[in-house]
């Protein structure tokens, strides 16, 4: 199971950290995935974060936005910042054995909830 937290309302400019916990499983071994959907267009890959920590992120979000992992706390972070209004959508994390370097290809077996994340201008 995994549970995401941290979305907010925020300006443009600001930040944000989400929170991805997860429970039920080994999460140490699995690669976690932050992807985001904006209503009216699909779901895309924003943050990989492989079991040896290893970070890929998408060009939209590079330099911008940080994704960690605490092992110990079995929860995924994706740390947030300058914040634009193209960055509002509902943030899922999901969570599966894959490689990260292509996590965007995956349908990943294991997601949250999501947590609405909206960036005014």
């Known amino acids: 199971q995994l549970v995401e937290s941290g979305g907010d309302l925020v300006q443009s400019g600001e930040s944000l950290r989400l929170s991805c916990a997860a429970s039920?499983?080994?999460?140490?071994?699995?690669?976690i995935g932050w992807f985001r959907q904006a209503p009216g267009k699909e779901r895309e890959g924003v943050s990989c974060?492989?079991?040896?920590?290893?970070?890929y992120y998408a060009d939209s979000v590079k330099g911008r936005f940080t994704i960690s992992s605490d092992n110990a706390k079995n929860t995924v972070y994706l740390q947030m910042n300058s914040l634009k209004p193209e960055d509002t959508a509902v943030y899922y994390c999901?969570?599966?054995?894959?490689?990260?370097?292509?996590?965007?290809?995956?349908?990943?077996?294991?997601w949250g909830q999501g947590t609405q994340v909206t960036v005014s201008s």
């Open positions: 999901a969570a599966d054995l894959v490689p990260c370097s292509s996590y965007e290809l995956y349908n990943f077996g294991t």
């Open positions: 974060i492989s079991s040896s920590d290893r970070a």
């Open positions: 039920g499983f080994t999460f140490d071994d699995y690669a």
